[in-house]
Structures are given as C-alpha cells and as structure tokens.
C-alpha cells in the first residue's frame, strides 16, 4: 500500500502518471518459481519470456538472479546481448526469423527452436558454410491437445498454428530435411502453447514432447522445453480462486519427465519460458484525478492514464485499483474512471463503487506487468515514466519521453521538399 505522501513524492519525479516496479516482489516470483522446479529435478533452466516486459531494468534483475533470455524477435535478441546477456543463455523462439537472425543467432551459440519449414534451409545453409561448428537446435512440435473434442487452446481455436505438426508427418519431415547437413542435430523438442493454463495440460504437453523425444531422438535428446504460460498469484478482483500454483505445475511437469525419460542414461534439460508469472503482480499504474462531472446522472472521473496503460490487450478481468488520498473522511459514490484520449470506450473502471474522489487525489491500479509496457503505444501522449523501488531506494528507470524521444529527427523527416510534392 502506498500513502499519498509515498505518491506525491513519486509524481514528483515523474512530472505525469507512472508504473511502479516492486523489485522485491519481482525477486520473490523468480525464487519462487525456479525453487519450485529445481527441487524436484535436478537439470532445469528458467528463461524469462522478454515479450512479456522487457523494461531492460526488469529483465537485467532476473538474469542477476540466473534467469536465462526467451526471445521471439531480432529486438529483444539485441536487447539481450546489449544487457550482457551470454549468448549461450539466449533461447531464439518464434515464428518469424529472417535468415540473418538465425545465422546471428547460430554464430554467436544460441539455442534456435525452429517453428517453420522456412527456416530449414537457412540452417541447413549455414551448416554447410561452416562444416566445422556443431549445430544443435530445436523444433517448436504441434499436437493435438483436444480431450474429448474439447480444445485447451485459448479464445476456443481448435487448431494451432505454430509448429511442425505430428499428426500430418511434418515433425518427421522437418527431421528429415535437417540430416542433409551432417553438423545439424536437432537435441530437443519446444512445447508451447497458449492454453487454458491447468496442471492437466502441462502434464500432456510434458508427456508429449518426452515420448516424442524418445521416438525421434533418443539418448540425443538434451532437452525439452515446455515453454510458458503460467498463472501466477492472481487478485481477487479476477474472482479466480483455483489458480494452480508453481508448486502444483512443478509437481506435474517434473514427475512426467522423471517416469518418462528414466529409461535414458541421462537425464535431459527441462527448459522453463515463463512471462506473466513473474511479471504481471509486479507493476503497479498510478494516475492522478484531473477532474469529476457529472453528465445526466452519471459520474466521470478523468484521470491522467488510459485504458491503454493498465489493459491494453482488453482482457476481461477487473484490475484491482485504490484511490489515494489526504483526506480523512470520504463518501462512497458510484461512478466511471475514464481515460485522456479522445475515444468514448476509454474506460479504466466503469460504474465503480468505492470512496468519491477529487482533483488532485490517485488511483492505483495494480497487476499490470504483463504485456503493458510493451503493447503501450504512444497514442495522444507520451508513454508514462517507470519508477523502480529497489531496497530504499526510488529510480527511475524509464524517464519521461520528449517530443525528440517520440519523434526522433534520426527516424522520421519532418520537412518536405517543395520540388518533392507530386500534383
């Protein structure tokens, strides 16, 4: 809980709304998690999904405490290696890498999880450049996951799209068309998926990729990665009271892959990828009330924040939010927190109960780490500031944009040539 002194001091720094980052919750999640594997078995490696959040401040924090890098762009790989980053701990992921990403990425020793037969002949290139490196990658498999017609897969998909497919044959032949190059070998298998979240499936997905790494792999097999996903803690406010815990998905995961694969004389990797497990409890949004009327009955509280900043993705879920405030006495109200943009849908609550607020006071919205900070446009204003609280300690971590960190000369053109203009 933050006390309106707390935030008047923050707002200060920041000159407008802001995020918060509680390092501390942060180094709790990543202990907690990783403990929850590395208990039960022994080869396991945690690497941090940067798609979710990658405040470089954020990101550095986890690999301080051993988090490896998951990434899915050529951005967030630069990312990595700009924070230092060994590229050996660096997990390329993705659908979409171009044939410079994956010679970059084979070059500088990373481990690559093919999802298209598209990037096939971009190793296969590689390999046969350079006879002498050994190359060692993965295939991102696709299986069917349905249990009694029903789908797992989020927003009702029956179908998923990424992958090499087990049922068609194309698992098989992606293997096939890698052993052209002697110095290919593919060592493991990449299981994710966007799911319902339950221990039921990990456990499937677990199961699979181990049997299929045992059919087309066998004693080669140095890894599986199950990918991300995970719940973490979750707010009442979500009105979710059975979310599995990271001990429960540890205990389903790690007991599959200890029957599964005993009869191998080692034991594999177990690669973990989680993002909105370890993030999303760790931000906090604060705004100030700008202003309160009233149009024909209802109330409108603008604060200066958007929906964009604290849900941009839209999801259904109610954010758990406080107002702030130096008052002693407040009386309840019912009315709608609305956002700065020009749109009519901005609504970060609406028809809310709770103390009425007044220009000048806060709100606090709370569990917006995951896929905020990186799917926050810059729509109307600048991106707000983030403020870190590490130990005593208040940093800011990302500063307040300008209109030359906007909209940079470097970048944009802002003049036009008369002679240029087409009639």
Known sequence: MYSYEQVEKWRSLCSSSFYVLDTVKLSENYRRFQRAFTRRYEHVVVAYSYKTNYLPFLCQKLHQLGAHAEVVSRLEYELALKLGVDPASIIFNGPLKTEEDIHLALEQGSLINLDSFSEIPW???????????????????????????????????????????????????????????????????????????SVGVYRQITRHLCRLGKQH????????????????ELPASFGMTAAPTFEEYAEAITSVVREELAELDHAPLLILEPGISLVADTVDFVCQVIDVKENRGERFVLVDGSIHNVKPTMHAHLLPARHVCNRKSVPEASYHVVGYTCMEKDYLLQDYTGPLPDSGDYFVFGH????????????????????????????????????????????????????????
């Open 123 to 197: 190793v296969v290139a590689y390999a046969k450049q350079y006879p002498e490196q050994t190359i060692r990658i993965g295939l991102r498999i696709n299986v069917d996951l349905a249990r009694g017609g029903v789908s797992p897969l989020q927003n009702g998909y029956e179908v998923s799209r990424f992958g090499f497919c087990v049922e068609n044959g194309n698992l098989e032949k992606a293997l096939s068309q890698l052993t052209v190059a002697p110095n290919v070998h593919v060592v493991g298998l990449h299981g994710h998926f966007s799911t319902n979240r």
């Open 217 to 232: 792999l066998g004693e080669r097999l140095a890894f599986i990665d199950i990918g991300g996903g995970f719940y973490g």
């Open 368 to 423: 917006v780490g995951a896929y905020t900070l990186v799917f926050n446009p810059p729509f109307i204003r600048e991106r707000p500031p983030v403020l870190a609280i590490d130990g005593n300690e208040a940093i800011i971590v990302r500063g307040k944009e300008t209109l030359q960190q906007f909209i940079p000369e470097s970048v944009y053109r802002f003049h036009v040539d008369k002679q240029e203009v087409v009639n």
